[in-house]
């Protein structure tokens, strides 16, 4: 005697063994099933989408395989492997993250992909002291040009240089 298709999942292949006349199926019809009652022993298939079938008239052929669940760094070691560069900290103890060229994906540690470098904001202009000692900013004839740059993430200033001196220029 057959075992009836208990604990069947989508994508199982089943068999039709019991005789009944008035079913769409003949008997020994293999078909997937396609979607499942959450008590398991109610089921469904492609092509009778309001028809459920009970369990104790089919007998399983085929399980379906086990749906495969990516490791926890899968992401960043893929790309990794496509040769980008990849950091890692400890979020338990560091909000900072370091560079890695050799990670060893320890299930603990946070990885990710380097984020691309934000480039550096760069402003030329003109700056001039007043009579009363107040620095002006200003593109007149008598300012000297100067260039700052911020840095590209934090805004934060990085460098000033000397790029021009237009009082001298008379």
């Known amino acids: 005697m057959s075992k009836p ?43 009778f989408p309001k028809s459920s079938f009970f369990c104790d008239y089919f007998e399983i052929v085929e399980k379906a395989p086990a749906k495969q669940v990516p490791k926890k760094h899968a992401d960043v070691i893929k790309a990794w492997a496509d040769g980008f560069d990849i950091q890692v900290r400890n979020s338990e103890t560091s909000d900072i993250w370091y ?25 030329e202009v003109g700056i001039l002291l007043g009579t009363n000692g107040a620095v002006w900013f200003d ?32």
């Open 139 to 170: 593109s007149g004839p008598k300012s000297q040009m100067v260039k700052l740059a911020f840095d590209g993430e934090t805004h934060k200033l990085t460098a000033v240089e000397l790029i021009g001196d237009d009082a001298n220029a008379d």
């Open 5 to 47: 298709a208990y604990n069947v999942s989508v994508g199982d292949m089943v068999r039709r063994i019991a005789e009944f006349k008035t079913w769409p199926l003949p008997k020994e019809a293999i078909v997937e099933v396609a979607h499942v009652t959450p008590n398991s022993k109610w089921f469904g298939i492609a092509g």
């Open 99 to 123: 560079d890695t060229e050799s990670p060893d994906w320890d299930e603990t540690l946070e990885y990710r992909v380097k984020p691309a470098k934000v480039p550096d904001i760069i402003r």
